[in-house]
């Protein structure tokens, strides 16, 4: 059973991560990862908190999120990937079609340099990968 949970997770995260996929070369890029973080959380992800990211999960910021390591976020505590599947298929049609909600999809583009207390972001701050997957917070 926890086998199939476990499946049933995987498959989850893997469509979340084709929806996203824009381009569909098997990663996500700083707009395609923006676009799940704005889907999950409302948050936007900037281009600092994206290349901290993709170091922190072992990814090249120029190539991106590879489904396996949204996989690893996905595994870590206090995401949950039902409630992010839900989100991102649920609301945009209301019959999980992953077709339609590609369709629908929208792309978030965020060049801020700055975080939303207008600082800059600069090597000391801490950001995490966490609450709703890839909420990346202060």
Known sequence: MAEDTAAAASEKVRQIHSNFDSDNDNFL??????????????NTLD??????????LGCHPGRGIS???LKLTYAAEGTDVNADYEKVFSERSGDNSISKAKKSKT???????SNTDGNDVGEEDVLEVGENGVDISR
């Open 29 to 42: 890029n700083l707009e395609e990862l923006s676009a799940l973080q704005f889907e999950t959380s409302g």
């Open 47 to 56: 281009k600092d908190q994206y290349v901290m990211v993709c170091r922190a």
């Open 67 to 69: 489904l396996e390591a």
């Open 107 to 113: 792309t978030i583009i965020s060049s801020m340099s």
